[in-house]
C-alpha cells in the first residue's frame, strides 16, 4: 500500500489544521494506521493510531485532547484534526500502517510496528 500525508502548512498556536493520509494501491481496511512526527534534530515521535474499526485509539501524551484522529475506509482515508496547536506540535507528520496482526490492548507506538510509511507533510507553528 501507498500512503501520502497532505494537509500540512504554516498556521499560528493556537489554530487547528486538518492532516489526511490517503491510501493507494490497496484499501487501509485492516490496516492500523499510526500518526507520527518528526522535529529538527528529534527522534520520530508517535502521535495517534488507529484500528480497522475506527473505535480504539490511541494517542500519544503530548497531543491527547487536541488531536483526534478518525478514518473513513469508503474513502480509503485517515484523518487528523489538529486543535489548539502549539509551537512544539512543528514536525513532519507521516502516516503509517501495520500491516501485522493487532491485538486489543497493545499500543502500537514504536516506528518498528509499521510496515509502509508514506512521504510526510511539514506543519510549522508560528507564534
Known amino acids: 500500500v501507498q500512503l501520502q500525508a497532505y494537509g500540512g502548512g504554516l498556521v499560528q498556536a493556537g489554530d487547528s489544521l486538518r492532516l489526511t493520509c490517503a491510501a493507494s494501491g490497496n484499501t487501509l481496511y485492516g490496516y492500523v494506521i499510526g500518526w507520527f512526527r518528526q522535529a529538527p534534530g528529534k527522534e520520530r515521535e508517535f502521535v495517534a493510531e488507529?484500528?480497522?474499526?475506527?473505535?480504539?485509539?490511541h494517542y500519544g501524551n503530548p497531543v491527547k485532547g487536541r488531536f483526534t484522529v478518525s478514518r473513513d475506509n469508503a474513502k480509503n482515508t485517515v484523518s487528523l484534526q489538529m486543535d489548539s496547536l502549539k509551537i512544539e506540535d512543528t514536525a513532519v507528520y507521516y502516516c503509517a500502517a501495520r500491516a501485522s496482526e493487532s491485538y486489543y490492548g497493545e499500543i502500537y507506538h514504536n516506528t518498528d510496528d509499521y510496515d509502509y510509511w508514506g512521504q510526510g507533510t511539514e506543519v510549522t507553528v508560528s507564534s
Open positions: 488507529i484500528r480497522y474499526n475506527g473505535e480504539d485509539i
